[in-house]
């Protein structure tokens, strides 16, 4: 099982609603980071946290908005999506993203996401 | 801008082959060569090279990085139906934040 859980699993949205998806993890982790994965290809990235502050946000469009409460939270909350939006969205995490680190990213399940 | 190419994008073998995965990277600020297998969901962590030559090995998986020549390669021996599966090759890099950038992905099928 991952260490790294999300919620929804699955998530069903109109172009109107707002939402949002949820990540947790409790590896002591410094650094989270949202990818996005469409059908039949690879994650692309989205958003990196470091140290609960934004480091990296990857020309994101302004619906998706990330927020950091704390260290082992990670939200991403979705308003007036477009259908191709819809994609497996994934959240990871990492020890930390500084000071040469080079070590692997632990993803969750990921939160399946359709938008009518 | 960053880029990791694999192939070949697709392969089907039959069990007991041994199959050669391909990761061709170039990339700023290079970290780190990552392997993950992706069945429906999350991808899994396989290995993690950083240093040229040195052979990461587990079971019938093994993995080596050549940073002159910017490739890596994996290898499944005695494949079987369960290694059926998507894999990615993701490069670790960045000169502040770390991030990963990931291949396209190798689909291996693996028939009885």
């Known amino acids: 099982d991952t260490e790294v859980t999300q919620t929804p699993k699955h998530l069903v949205m109109g172009m109107t609603n707002k939402k949002s998806l949820k990540c947790e993890q409790h590896?002591?982790?410094?650094?989270m980071y949202w990818y996005k994965q469409k059908a039949k290809k690879p994650p692309e990235l989205m958003f990196v946290?470091?140290?609960?502050?934004?480091?990296i946000n990857e020309s994101v469009p302004s619906r998706f908005s990330p927020e950091c409460p704390n260290s082992s939270l990670l939200n991403l909350h979705l308003h007036a999506l477009q259908p191709e939006d819809s994609a497996l969205y994934l959240c990871?995490?990492?020890?930390?993203?500084?000071?040469?680190?080079?070590?692997?990213?632990?993803f969750g399940e990921g939160s399946r996401l359709t938008v009518l | 801008e960053d880029k990791v190419v694999q192939s070949p994008l697709s392969l089907v073998v039959h069990e007991g082959d041994t199959v050669t995965l391909n990761c061709s990277y170039e990339?700023?600020?290079?970290?780190?060569l990552l392997w993950y297998k992706q069945e429906k969901k999350a991808p899994t962590f396989l290995f993690m090279l950083?240093?040229?030559?040195i052979e990461k090995k587990s079971g019938r998986l093994s993995s080596i990085l050549d940073k002159k020549e910017l490739f890596s390669i994996l290898n499944i021996t005695a494949t079987q139906t369960g290694d059926s599966a998507i894999y990615l090759c993701?490069?670790?890099?960045?000169?502040?934040?770390?991030?990963?950038?990931f291949g396209k992905g190798t689909k291996l099928s693996v028939i009885p």
């Open positions: 990871a995490s990492s020890h930390r993203t500084s000071g040469g680190f080079t070590g692997e990213l632990f």
């Open positions: 590896m002591g982790h410094r650094a």
């Open positions: 946290y470091s140290y609960e502050k934004l480091s």
């Open positions: 990339v700023t600020n290079f970290r780190s």
């Open positions: 950083t240093s040229s030559g």
């Open positions: 993701a490069v670790g890099s960045g000169a502040g934040s770390y991030q990963l950038t």
